[in-house]
């Protein structure tokens, strides 16, 4: 019997990959015309489990490691760590980040400048987090969607399908906030992607800023993905000129080059997210449900789809 996945973001492409390895026969069902469609496109793509156990449940690291490895089989994965610093005047929130987190070193200005040079004497202290790593996002999507089909799986965008319409199939729900899970709200995330020839980073680094705090995640040829990930909203529309001034803003504060950066892109999304922002995995009355990645799809995605997975074929109950 074929088992059929509602959704084409990151959350369904892995758990269609995760079937299709174990020889299932997959139908992924998109609503949208392309891969584009979810928010996984507009993602950052870092893989970094102790920065993230900053402001949510320890409990994610240990899975957020194991996406680590997933990732490395599927496509291209950068294992260069995570950066985080802050201005002078925020270095109490520098030292507070590092209380919370584990698995990371303090820098002075001449251990940063070692690691990234165009940050050289613009910061006197960093944290590296060594063991973190990142991924181009979209690249990724598509590596995914094309491992399921070359594995015999089938991909149909456009596809309006519900899972009523899909009466007595076995169906995975990884629509989003349209999955069928209860309490799933919308957390909106913001982005602009850029290009500026005059700076060069190896790895993503995180601004602490008690207003604008982002993330710069570097991409092929000097190009820069600049995310912000909190904005706890039900607004689906394009980015407001305020959010893309203060976007842009932090990120002329990391380094002063960015002014002269070209804007390639500006996007928003609305991400799933439960009141723990922890993922479910769930029996419905249609099948399973895969949901509530908050902001962690790509980072929690491969663990979860695992759970996903066997739940669907009837391995195992969910923990």
């Given at each position: 019997m074929t088992i059929h996945i509602l959704g084409a973001g990151v959350a369904g492409l892995t758990t269609g990959l995760r079937l299709a390895e174990a020889g299932e026969s997959v139908v992924v069902h998109e609503r949208g015309p392309d891969?584009?469609?979810?928010?996984?496109?507009?993602?950052?793509?870092?893989?970094?489990?102790?920065?993230?156990?900053?402001?949510?449940?320890?409990?994610?690291?240990?899975?957020?490691?194991?996406?680590?490895?997933?990732?490395?089989?599927?496509?291209?994965?950068?294992?260069?760590?995570?950066?985080?610093?802050?201005?002078?005047?925020?270095?109490?929130?520098?030292?507070?980040?590092?209380?919370?987190?584990?698995?990371?070193?303090?820098?002075d200005a001449e251990g940063l400048a070692a690691l990234e040079p165009d940050l050289g004497g613009r910061f006197a202290k960093a944290l590296f987090f060594e063991s973190e790593a990142h991924l181009d996002p979209r690249r990724t999507l598509a590596a995914l969607a094309g491992r399921i089909e070359a594995l015999g799986g089938t991909i149909r965008f456009s596809d309006p399908r519900e899972p009523l319409g899909l009466r007595g199939e076995r169906v995975v729900d990884c629509r989003g906030l349209a999955a069928d899970l209860p309490r799933l709200r919308s957390v909106r995330g913001e982005m602009a992607i850029v290009r500026c020839p005059d700076v060069s980073l190896r790895r993503p680094v995180r601004l602490l800023h008690p207003r604008w705090p982002i993330y710069v995640v570097p991409r092929a040829d000097h190009v820069f993905m600049i995310g912000a990930t909190m904005v706890e909203s039900e607004a689906a529309g394009p980015v407001t000129l305020r959010s893309a001034v203060e976007l842009l803003t932090a990120a002329f504060a990391l380094h002063p080059a960015f002014a002269e950066a070209e804007i390639l892109e500006i996007g928003s999304g609305r991400r799933p997210a439960l009141p723990d922002n922890l993922p479910s995995v769930a029996r419905t009355d249609r099948g399973v449900a895969f949901s509530g990645l908050y902001r962690h799809g790509f980072l929690l995605s491969p663990a979860f789809s695992k759970i996903a997975a066997d739940l669907a074929v009837g391995a195992k109950e969910p923990a």
């Open positions: 891969l584009a469609s979810s928010a996984s496109w507009l993602a950052g793509g870092m893989l970094a489990p102790f920065c993230e156990a900053s402001v949510a449940d320890p409990s994610i690291v240990a899975p957020g490691l194991e996406g680590i490895a997933f990732w490395s089989r599927v496509t291209e994965v950068e294992r260069h760590g995570t950066l985080v610093v802050a201005a002078g005047r925020d270095a109490g929130d520098l030292r507070q980040f590092a209380a919370r987190t584990r698995s990371n070193r303090m820098l």
